[in-house]
């Protein structure tokens, strides 16, 4: 089983400051997703990151997909309250994306 | 609206019941799967569906049927639920089964297993 591993699993910051979140595997995948969830409500899809070394930005959000496609962090910048969520990669096996490997998550808190 | 039902949102039943758990999404998707969720353990696959009367096993199957007789829905079936189902259940839907396709998600269906 293709496993990843996202740390850390809690992190509580202050409003403004910055945070990374990791995702490390020791297998190689075709396709890195991440998702926001939100108490109650299932996961929402904020980028897909395909190509190794490649960078995705989301207005405060930066994404990146290690070169050898076995990593992936995503850094927020200036975090708001409105970040607090459950943050969750997901690594796509084989060529298709239809069988996700989900890591289990880091609780994010901002605190005003 | 596009989007992806699961009925019910909430439900309590006791061992050996057999429960179904609905799924319906309205945006002519091919690609439809079941997760769970568990504190700890993150989303667990457990059965998904490339397309009508296509379906095959995730990480997690045992306990569990589906069937897809069309397109639009993807029904959970627990044919006599055990306690160690209880969780939070996520049926998700995307258009296709390719790369980097987007999967969206239902809202949630937590069940409790006495």
């Known amino acids: 089983t293709q496993l990843l591993e996202q740390s850390p699993q809690f992190l509580s910051i202050q409003e403004g400051e910055n945070l990374t979140v990791y995702c490390n595997s020791s297998?190689?995948?075709?396709?890195l997703q991440w998702y926001r969830q939100e108490p109650g409500e299932g996961p929402v899809l904020l980028v897909t990151?395909?190509?190794?070394?490649e960078v995705k930005k989301l207005k405060r959000l930066t994404f990146q997909f290690g070169d050898a496609r076995k990593d992936s962090s995503l850094h927020i910048t200036a975090a708001q309250p409105g970040d607090t969520g459950l943050y969750l990669c997901a690594g796509a096996r084989g060529a298709g994306s239809y069988q996700l490997t989900f890591g289990k998550g880091t609780k994010l808190s901002v605190i005003p | 609206e596009a989007q992806v039902t699961q009925n019910p949102r909430y439900l309590i039943t006791v061992t050996g019941k057999k429960l179904t758990v609905t799924c319906s999404q309205n945006m002519n998707h091919e690609y439809m799967s079941w997760y769970r969720q568990d504190p700890g353990l993150g989303l667990r696959q457990i059965y998904y569906?490339?397309?009508?009367?296509?379906?095959d096993k995730g990480d997690v199957p045992e306990g569990y049927k589906v069937s897809r007789k069309e397109k639009r829905n993807f029904p959970l079936i627990l044919e006599s639920p055990s306690p160690n189902q209880t969780s939070l259940y996520f049926c998700a839907s995307s258009f296709r089964a390719s790369f980097g396709e987007t999967q969206y998600f239902g809202p949630g269906t937590r069940l409790l297993v006495l």
């Open positions: 297998s190689v995948f075709s396709s």
């Open positions: 990151v395909v190509t190794g070394g």
């Open positions: 569906s490339m397309n009508v009367e296509v379906t």
